[in-house]
């Protein structure tokens, strides 16, 4: 769970950097470069892995355009990043289909989940959710999807490192109330994931301040964690 956390923390931090312009969208990749990439995540690359999320993170972007407005448009762009992360995850080579038409509906119907949600006044999509069900008829959810099948000793330890790393950071570079909103709206330390709306509501603060607070804080620690 900590695992498929802070791979999308991580993805959010860098996506958050393209947004507001203080960096720019790295170009897509080749096709000589995916194929490249995609072989050496088929064979448990985790780097591979990262280079294929950030340079796709353009369509997460491209695709929330579609369906946000002022009041959910990094709502849906933490939602849209999921998707990418999922169809990354879940893309099998032996299948012959082009990866960001694949990833592109991924992140499409993970917005669209969003939505629907809202629209049946449900809280919020947690990472526990059931997102549907697998080949053999269980209930899936997205922890299944975003977590590793196998994984092994050192890529927990590593794992550990960077968890430390992002919660040194939290303390060190944020205030507690910036703590506070950050720990909520991104579900660490076993929290539940909330909404901007729906953590300005409890603290008696704007939708507008609380957006304002976690761009501070995403910029305080994307330099701080050399994102």
């Not at 999921?82 to 993970?110: A, D, P, Q, V």
Request: aromatic fraction near 6%; glycine fraction near 6%.
């Amino acid at each position: 769970m900590l695992s498929a956390i802070f791979e999308w923390l991580r993805a959010v931090v860098l996506m958050a950097g393209y947004v507001t312009g203080s960096a720019s969208f790295p170009p897509p990749l080749t096709s000589d470069e995916e194929e490249h990439y995609l072989a050496l995540f088929d064979k448990g690359d985790e780097t591979a892995k990262n280079i294929l999320i950030e340079r796709n993170l353009r369509l997460v972007a491209h695709i929330t355009k579609k369906y946000s407005d002022e009041r959910n448009a990094e709502d849906l762009i933490s939602i849209g990043t999921i998707g990418l992360i999922k169809g990354i995850n879940t893309y099998k080579l032996s299948k012959n289909r082009k990866l960001s038409s694949y990833i592109s509906k991924c992140i499409e119907n993970e917005i669209l989940m969003y939505l629907r949600s809202q629209k049946r006044e449900r809280r919020e999509v947690y990472i526990d959710d059931s997102i549907g069900t697998d080949t053999d008829g269980g209930n899936l959810t997205l922890a299944d999807i975003l977590a590793s099948d196998e994984p092994d000793i050192s890529e927990s330890v590593s794992l550990s490192i960077e968890a430390k790393r992002l919660y040194g950071a939290l303390s060190r570079f944020l205030s507690p109330s910036e703590q506070e909103i950050i720990i909520r709206r991104y579900g660490l330390g076993g929290a539940k994931r909330e909404t901007q709306q729906q953590i300005a509501k409890s603290l008696g603060i704007s939708r507008s301040y609380v957006s304002r607070i976690e761009k501070r804080c995403i910029e305080k620690l994307s330099n701080a964690l050399g994102c």
